[in-house]
């Protein structure tokens, strides 16, 4: 059976993003539905299949699932040989781990740094709270590189969800010149160099819609 995505603006929908490049890098088919943000009856579509009335939600068969990670392991379940979570039960362990902890955390960041793909690689300067959420995320890179990533250039190896995870924070780092390490600077490079990032990104800035909360330059809305 047809799996179905409805997501939001590619240019800004960080959650989005996550369960899409997923699906993409493992080979798993879907339709795409993508709803923007700003959608006058956005809350009325998206709440008839949604629990929360918010994008990313898989439609597979009678199953809906929203919320990110929540999708990535029902991805995980359902298609065992995409190898989404890692083999071995201490690489998996971590990385549910630092899914998790993306997933709930690292608020200062997201509220800094916006998810803007069209957005030219200008840096913007950070607070204290949100560079030491950051340093966090640089660390978090290079100890599972370090400890788990020799079968490949991503996180543990090869791509899976706990990428997934932080992809739109590659892109953050990216477009806002953040400093960070020389393995996570190769990392970002791995996650940049897919071809499904190349396809997100052509689609992004091809985008009608703009969201000003999302233009940390506004009243100018730069694009590269």
Same mark, same amino acid.
């Given at each position: 059976?047809?799996? #179905?995505?409805? /997501?939001?603006?590619?240019?800004?929908?960080?959650?989005?993003?996550?369960?899409?490049?997923?699906?993409?890098?493992?080979?798993?088919?879907? +339709?795409?539905?993508?709803?923007?943000?700003?959608?006058?009856?956005?809350?009325? *579509?998206?709440?008839? /299949?949604?629990? #929360?009335?918010?994008?990313?939600?898989?439609?597979?068969?009678?199953?809906?699932?929203?919320?990110?990670?929540? /999708?990535?392991?029902?991805?995980?379940?359902?298609?065992?040989?995409? =190898?989404?979570?890692?083999?071995?039960?201490?690489?998996?362990?971590?990385?549910?781990? /630092?899914?998790?902890?993306?997933?709930?955390?690292?608020?200062?960041?997201?509220?800094?740094?916006?998810?803007?793909?069209? @957005?030219?690689?200008? @840096?913007?300067?950070?607070?204290? +709270?949100?560079?030491?959420?950051?340093?966090?995320?640089?660390?978090?890179?290079?100890? =599972?590189?370090?400890?788990?990533?020799?079968?490949?250039?991503?996180?543990?190896?090869?791509?899976?969800?706990?990428?997934?995870?932080?992809?739109?924070?590659?892109? *953050?780092?990216?477009?806002?010149?953040?400093?960070?390490?020389?393995?996570?600077?190769?990392?970002?490079?791995?996650?940049?160099?897919?071809?499904?990032?190349?396809?997100?990104?052509?689609?992004?800035? #091809?985008?009608?819609?703009?969201?000003?909360?999302?233009?940390?330059?506004?009243?100018?809305?730069?694009?590269?």
């Amino acid at each position: 059976m047809a799996l #179905t995505l409805v /997501i939001g603006n590619k240019n800004y929908s960080s959650w989005s993003m996550r369960p899409w490049i997923a699906m993409k890098v493992a080979g798993i088919a879907f +339709e795409e539905v993508l709803i923007s943000l700003n959608a006058p009856d956005f809350k009325e *579509r998206v709440s008839k /299949i949604s629990g #929360t009335g918010k994008v990313p939600v898989l439609i597979d068969g009678g199953v809906h699932v929203w919320e990110s990670l929540a /999708i990535l392991e029902h991805l995980a379940e359902r298609f065992p040989d995409a =190898c989404l979570w890692p083999a071995n039960p201490a690489a998996r362990g971590r990385a549910r781990a /630092i899914a998790s902890e993306m997933h709930a955390g690292f608020q200062p960041l997201r509220r800094a740094l916006p998810m803007n793909m069209w @957005r030219p690689v200008i @840096r913007h300067a950070l607070d204290d +709270e949100a560079a030491a959420s950051a340093r966090r995320i640089d660390a978090i890179w290079r100890e =599972c590189r370090e400890s788990h990533g020799a079968g490949g250039p991503f996180l543990f190896g090869r791509f899976g969800a706990a990428d997934a995870m932080y992809a739109p924070v590659v892109a *953050r780092f990216h477009t806002y010149d953040v400093d960070v390490g020389e393995a996570s600077r190769a990392y970002m490079a791995a996650v940049m160099a897919l071809p499904a990032w190349s396809e997100w990104t052509a689609a992004a800035r #091809t985008e009608p819609w703009v969201l000003p909360h999302d233009e940390v330059d506004w009243p100018q809305v730069l694009k590269a």
